[in-house]
């Protein structure tokens, strides 16, 4: 289960937005929606590049999409 408060913290924290997030996926806006607020799961590659886009650390990365 994604920390959802937490995505969206970063992805405001780093001036941007769902529509910039689900180009960085290749997915649709909807879809990238749909996997915030897990309704879809993230595939382990899109957390690798949503990552690298937001430029999180690890520890980030355990506690949005680990914890």
Known sequence: MVKKN???A???EKETNYA???T???VTTSS???KVNDRT?????EVTLLSKFLKLTNEE???IFLN
Do not use: G, H, Q, T
Not at 41 to 45: E, G, N, Q, S
């Open 24 to 26: 960085a996926l290749s």
């Open 20 to 22: 910039e997030c689900s």
């Open 6 to 8: 937490l995505l969206k």
């Open 10 to 12: 970063k992805i405001i």
């Open 32 to 34: 990238f929606y749909n």
């Open 61 to 63: 990365i355990i506690n």
């Open 41 to 45: 799961d993230f595939k382990i590659k």
